[in-house]
């Protein structure tokens, strides 16, 4: 049973973990508990939903990572407050202390991508796909390190606290976080009843995202991109390939929201990762609107053996390996690369010149320009090969090879799907988003008031019509000898 299933994102975890911590902290604030520490039980949780999506290997593993994670920070800190005064000689430097560090994550993660402890959702795209999650734990691990050496942040003396922070779950479906910038919250802030709520809600959009939307759109893409692309006709290859730009959006965007919506619940506010990337006008904005966690993650941490004191400069190269890095962490294969150079060539086409010439084009052929390229990229991407890509894109033409591959014809169901992952994907008009918190509220209350409703009727028919049925009713007399007449 995987983690990302749907018994652990909408029962088990909303209703046994977050809702127990909720009470836990309502008990503590009502009673006036000082010093109520959430990182036990959170720690704990993590580290049983780890056994049961697992084993005991999974565990051990990442009891060991955090063990070792604990001691290699403790170190770089003492090696790095030695370094002004006096270096002894033989003894290692913080630097030092850092590269083992972060060659020891690196080889947890690579571990994780080889052995495949655990599947992820879209694994099967462009190859072996980095268990789905799983590789955060090594980037927590290589942020809250760095942040260290960088004097950003103490090192941790709580175990518990650092696996808080390590194994923390809705990183899973949420994406890496830097250590400097939740560390606050997970030490001193509690979940209330309105974060609760709020994390409820967004949880179910992100499962509304991912079980429907995107599964929907899916099958279409799954139907397309299927085996050989012979036997398409242009029309199935378009909706396929609408098909796997509505999934694509909608897996990683509903996922982040689970994992925002979680987080919410245990009382963490946890940043958007996606904001409307499909509006973007060039790539680069694309790039950050998706998934912006990854890449901020990236481009704070992609040179580990930077001094404390030097900031990166925003060039070319280094926004282009960004974007590569963010393609290499989506899977372990050629296609999974040519997608990656072939964002990163249009970043860096956009630095040197076509960004200029876009701005010069009407807002809506922007947005042609940026779709365009996405789902060319979408088709290199979900193709098996790169054979594949170049068939998929005849088709599209209407010049494939003829076969004898039929897909499964388009219904009304699909239509309807599409449509509204397209009407999605893009953020409401100011007028309409204006009234979004009144609207929340009358969706509210008309629940509320469909329940008094159903409860009221369910008092009447206690009250009035359950006497009328036993008057009705025979009535059975009991003698007084005992035995029934």
Known sequence: MLFVEPIWLSLLIPTFFALVLLCASLAARHWGVAGFDKAPMLSAGAFVLAFAVGGP?????????????????????????????????????ARTWLLVAVAVQLATIAVFARTRIVDGPLRDIGGTLVPFGLSYFGFHGISYVVDVYRRRAAAERSR????????LLPHIVGGPLTYEGVVRQLTRR?????????????????????????????AQADAAFAGHAAGLTTFQAWIGLVGVTVQMYYAFSGYSDMGIGLARMLGVRLSENFRWPYVAESVREFWRRWHTGLSAWFRDYADASLDPDRVPPPSTGREALVVLLCAVWYGIGWTVIAWGAYHAAFVVLERYGLDAALKRLPAPMRHVYVIVVLMAGWVVLRSATLG???????????????????P??????????????????????????????????MIVSLLMMLFAVGLFAWWCGRVIVMPILRGSSPRITRPRGGALS
């Open 408 to 441: 499964p014809a388009v219904g009304v169901d699909t239509w309807l799907v599409l449509a509204a992952g397209a009407i999605g994907c893009a953020p409401l008009l100011p007028s309409i988003r204006r009234w979004t918190v009144a609207i929340d509220a």
């Open 160 to 167: 518990l606290r650092l696996a808080q922070y390590l194994v």
């Open 57 to 93: 290997a999974l565990v051990v593993i990442l009891t060991a990572l955090v063990l070792f994670t604990h001691w290699a920070a403790l170190t770089i800190e003492r090696a790095s407050a030695r370094e002004p005064r006096d270096r002894r000689h033989g003894a290692w430097s």
């Open 388 to 406: 594949d890509a170049l068939l998929f894109f005849k088709a599209l033409g209407g010049s494939a090879v003829p076969g004898v591959r039929v």
């Open 190 to 218: 509690l979940p209330s009843v309105s974060d609760y709520a709020y994390g409820v809600r967004r949880l179910l959009m992100g499962v509304w995202k991912v079980f429907v939307i995107a599964e929907f759109a899916g």
